[in-house]
């Protein structure tokens, strides 16, 4: 489901909340449903349920919480991109530990956002991710930048990607939106989305953050540069 990293005029991006405290889930619901542009279709209070909702409900977007009863969102994470790839999972949680933000984002996570985070934060999070973009707090990228650098395994891009699907996803990796990577690039927003939505089937991956964080442990992308 790669089809919400594209514009679609008049098409509410659709989530699901996971949260096993209710009165978290009835305030998030709340906020994002006061938006035209956001839909929660359903809601999740365990990891084990999030995986049921998210195969029934194929939302664009998940807000998925670390610390739940029985299945805990690494795992729910997890199991949800290997049957879903294109879903964007954000991460709204109250744990800032390195050791919970790298085995989300190895899991599949697009994003990775505090409780604390404001209103104006977590809904443009919500936008970025369904739009295939990052949406990392700029400490965690750049320790995120750190630890997978050191685990590159070299391997040629031209065989996965096309010199300009390369060229897209390096800049990408700069923090960059898709108006100022058209900009860089000298091509229209319109295309720049074109090649990441064909960047993210190439991959196989649903967002920004698992395209990039690919490229760099493949050696395709060098973190000195960013």
């Known amino acids: 489901m790669l089809e919400h990293t594209l514009d679609t005029p008049g098409r509410p991006i659709t ?67 290997a049957i879903q790839p294109g879903v964007g999972v954000l ?36 936008r970025a991710v369904a739009a295939g973009e990052s949406a990392l707090h700029p400490s965690v990228a750049r320790k995120v930048l750190e630890r997978f650098s050191t685990h590159t395994t070299p391997t040629p891009p031209e065989d996965d990607l096309s010199p300009r699907e390369l060229e897209v996803l390096r800049v990408a990796a700069t923090g960059r939106t898709n108006k100022e990577i058209a900009r860089d690039l000298d091509i229209s927003p319109r295309t720049v989305q074109v090649h990441l939505a064909n960047i993210f089937s190439k991959l196989g991956v649903g967002s920004r953050t698992e395209a990039v964080l690919y490229g760099i442990k493949r050696g395709w992308i060098d973190p000195q540069s960013l």
Do not use: W
């Not at 978290?24 to 938006?35: I, Q, W, Y």
């Not at 664009?60 to 299945?71: A, E, R």
């Not at 984002?105 to 994003?111: P, R, S, T």
């Open 15 to 81: 989530l699901l909340l996971v949260d096993d405290h209710p009165v978290v889930r009835k305030g998030t619901r709340e906020l994002l449903e006061s938006e035209a542009d956001l839909r929660v279709v359903g809601e999740a209070g365990s990891g084990e349920e999030a995986i049921a909702r998210a195969r029934e409900l194929t939302p664009d977007v998940i807000l998925m919480d670390v610390s739940m009863p029985g299945m805990n969102g690494i795992d729910a994470t997890r199991a949800i991109k």
């Open 91 to 126: 991460v709204l949680t109250s744990y800032d530990d390195d050791a919970y933000v790298f085995a989300l984002l190895e899991a599949g996570a697009a994003g990775y956002l505090l409780k604390n985070a404001s209103e104006d934060d977590l809904l443009g999070a919500v």
